[in-house]
C-alpha cells in the first residue's frame, strides 16, 4: 500500500501535482495553504479530506507519511523547521533497509 501524502502549496504546482498522485494510486489525505480559505478552496476542487493553514498539523496527520512540497525557498524552510529530527532519522533508516522509498518512488 502507498503511504498518505500531504501536500505543501496552492499555486499551480499543487494543482498538478495532486491529480498526478491520485493517478500513480496514492492517497492525498492533506492539503496545507497560506490561508485557511486558500488551503479549503484548493482541497474542495481536488477531493482532499482534510485542509489547514498550519504547517504542524499536516506533519502530524495521522495519514500523512509523506509530504510533498511545493513552496518558496522561505516557505520551505519553515516547513523544515517544523520536521522532528527523530522523524528523519526513522525514515534514512526506512530507506537504507530497503523500505518504499528504494523502489524509485522517490524519482517521481
Request: charged share 20%; with cysteine; net charge negative.
Amino acid at each position: 500500500m502507498l503511504p498518505g501524502v500531504g501536500v505543501f502549496g496552492t499555486g499551480l504546482t499543487a494543482r498538478v501535482i495532486v491529480p498526478l498522485l491520485k493517478a500513480e494510486g496514492f492517497a492525498v489525505k492533506a492539503l496545507w495553504g497560506r490561508t485557511p480559505e486558500e488551503a479549503e478552496e484548493l482541497a474542495k476542487e481536488m477531493s482532499v479530506p482534510f485542509y489547514t493553514s498550519r504547517i504542524d498539523e499536516v506533519l502530524l496527520h495521522q495519514d500523512v507519511d509523506l509530504v510533498c512540497v511545493n513552496l518558496p525557498p522561505p516557505l520551505t524552510r519553515q516547513v523544515g523547521k517544523c520536521w522532528e529530527p527523530s522523524l528523519l532519522e526513522s525514515a534514512a533508516r526506512l530507506t537504507s533497509q530497503g523500505g518504499w522509498l528504494d523502489s524509485g518512488a522517490a524519482a517521481m
